[in-house]
């Protein structure tokens, strides 16, 4: 299958290598040229998880990863096009990716953040009417660290991908192209549960707000380990309760892959990254590092646009969401900006005046 990646983080370059050593015919474009001369120059990607380390070359050719800056060249021939990008960056490159996309294609999204929508009506917009399908689902599929221009650490892999399309008619087709990269996908409803499956905003607010003091003071400060107190980890479950109460509300099924599971070690339904794998995440030391609450993209992506969303849907939905809301109040505090104002809200994507059945309809049938 040919696939495409698109970005150069942590997420892209894991997932660049995933699919080459899968066999897939895989293309990793980054729109930053200079970065992709200096990998080209080195020849390969080092790889390091629990298989040991490894290299793989890329860029030469007979590779089955080649590198490009060419969008249009990147997403010609691709039947599944991999976006493993912070949500932030989701209304400029959805733009540009629009009216490049043609009949048959599969985008994927890990995780959206919504983002399915925002592609898809990007493309509407540009004026392309073609039939292609955005699945998002509910985190990352890798825990992973670049370290320098080619060497990466992947500590975890997703082992359970709870996946909703957009629009939801298009599903079977979705799911047939997108098991054969990720067989660890589990259909959900739609994107819209989809988007209530991300992770992201349920674990990294509470873990950046009740830490800013440490991570104000120190160098680096490790959230995940000696930041998950108990303390801290009731506010998430309370959290994570709003986000199963809005689910529910919104009649989407169970399992709603509670937050908690991700926490247990051998009890519980097996979470996202299967047991054990917060263990792996803290002992690999990776997540030690300078989390400037201005900047970071646990406040400008899982808090402004991950929790607006979540307090969003919540208010159409008529469920109240006390501890997303406070949150977010106290991050808009912290950064010096209204953040539900900027964020990625059914208000500012335009859809907060639609009924539940319209909702649904739009869901299902997508925006042409």
Same mark, same amino acid.
């Given at each position: 299958?040919?696939?495409?990646?698109? &970005?150069?983080?942590?997420?892209?370059?894991?997932?660049?290598?995933?699919?080459?050593?899968? &066999?897939?015919?895989?293309?990793?474009?980054?729109?930053?040229?200079?970065?992709?001369?200096?990998?080209?120059?080195?020849?390969?990607?080092?790889?390091? +998880?629990?298989?040991?380390?490894?290299? #793989?070359?890329?860029?030469?050719?007979? $590779?089955?990863?080649?590198?490009?800056?060419?969008?249009?060249?990147?997403?010609?021939?691709?039947?599944?096009?991999? @976006?493993?990008?912070?949500?932030?960056?989701?209304? $400029? #490159?959805?733009?540009?990716?629009?009216?490049?996309?043609?009949?048959?294609?599969?985008?994927?999204?890990?995780?959206?953040?919504?983002?399915?929508?925002?592609?898809?009506?990007?493309?509407?917009?540009?004026?392309?009417?073609?039939?292609?399908?955005?699945?998002?689902? &509910?985190?990352?599929?890798?825990?992973?660290?670049?370290?320098?221009?080619?060497?990466?650490?992947?500590?975890?892999?997703?082992?359970?991908?709870?996946?909703?399309?957009?629009?939801?008619?298009?599903?079977?087709?979705?799911?047939?192209?997108?098991?054969?990269?990720?067989?660890?996908?589990?259909?959900?409803?739609?994107?819209?549960?989809?988007?209530? *499956?991300?992770?992201?905003?349920? @674990?990294?607010?509470?873990? @950046? *707000?009740?830490?800013?003091?440490?991570?104000?003071?120190?160098?680096?400060?490790?959230?995940?380990?000696?930041?998950?107190?108990?303390?801290?980890?009731?506010?998430?479950?309370? #959290?994570?309760?709003?986000? *199963?109460?809005?689910?529910?509300?919104?009649?989407?099924?169970?399992?709603?892959?509670?937050?908690?599971?991700?926490?247990?070690?051998?009890?519980?339904?097996?979470?996202?990254? &299967?047991?054990?794998?917060?263990?792996?995440?803290?002992?690999?030391?990776?997540?030690?590092? $300078?989390?400037?609450?201005?900047?970071?993209?646990?406040?400008?992506? +899982?808090?402004?646009?991950?929790?607006?969303?979540?307090?969003?849907?919540?208010?159409?939905?008529?469920?109240?969401?006390?501890?997303?809301?406070?949150?977010?109040?106290?991050?808009?505090?912290?950064?010096?900006?209204?953040?539900?104002?900027?964020?990625?809200? #059914?208000?500012?994507?335009?859809?907060?005046?639609? $009924?539940?059945?319209?909702?649904?309809?739009?869901?299902?049938?997508?925006?042409?």
């Amino acid at each position: 299958m040919n696939i495409t990646v698109l &970005g150069g983080g942590h997420g892209c370059y894991a997932a660049a290598v995933e699919m080459a050593e899968k &066999g897939h015919q895989t293309r990793l474009w980054r729109r930053d040229g200079a970065a992709l001369k200096e990998l080209l120059a080195i020849g390969s990607l080092t790889i390091k +998880d629990y298989r040991g380390t490894r290299q #793989l070359s890329v860029g030469k050719p007979g $590779d089955k990863l080649s590198l490009t800056d060419n969008l249009a060249e990147a997403l010609g021939d691709a039947q599944l096009v991999i @976006i493993p990008l912070p949500s932030t960056s989701h209304e $400029d #490159l959805a733009k540009h990716v629009a009216p490049h996309l043609h009949d048959g294609q599969v985008v994927f999204l890990p995780p959206g953040t919504f983002g399915s929508y925002v592609f898809a009506k990007a493309m509407a917009d540009a004026g392309n009417r073609s039939q292609v399908a955005f699945a998002e689902t &509910g985190t990352l599929p890798y825990l992973v660290r670049k370290h320098g221009a080619s060497d990466l650490v992947i500590s975890g892999y997703a082992t359970r991908l709870p996946t909703g399309v957009f629009p939801a008619n298009l599903s079977e087709h979705a799911f047939e192209v997108l098991r054969q990269a990720y067989p660890s996908v589990e259909p959900i409803e739609d994107a819209l549960s989809g988007a209530l *499956m991300n992770a992201g905003p349920i @674990i990294h607010p509470p873990l @950046i *707000m009740m830490n800013a003091g440490p991570l104000e003071h120190f160098e680096a400060w490790d959230i995940h380990n000696e930041g998950t107190q108990p303390s801290i980890r009731r506010v998430t479950s309370q #959290l994570d309760a709003e986000r *199963m109460a809005v689910r529910e509300a919104l009649t989407y099924g169970a399992p709603h892959f509670p937050l908690a599971d991700h926490y247990n070690k051998t009890d519980g339904e097996e979470w996202m990254y &299967g047991r054990g794998a917060h263990g792996k995440l803290t002992d690999s030391g990776d997540w030690r590092e $300078d989390i400037d609450l201005q900047k970071h993209r646990y406040m400008l992506e +899982d808090t402004r646009l991950g929790l607006s969303f979540l307090v969003s849907v919540g208010r159409w939905a008529g469920v109240p969401t006390p501890v997303a809301q406070g949150l977010l109040s106290i991050a808009s505090v912290v950064a010096g900006r209204d953040l539900y104002a900027e964020g990625r809200t #059914l208000e500012n994507l335009g859809l907060a005046q639609l $009924d539940r059945a319209q909702m649904t309809e739009l869901l299902t049938k997508g925006c042409n």
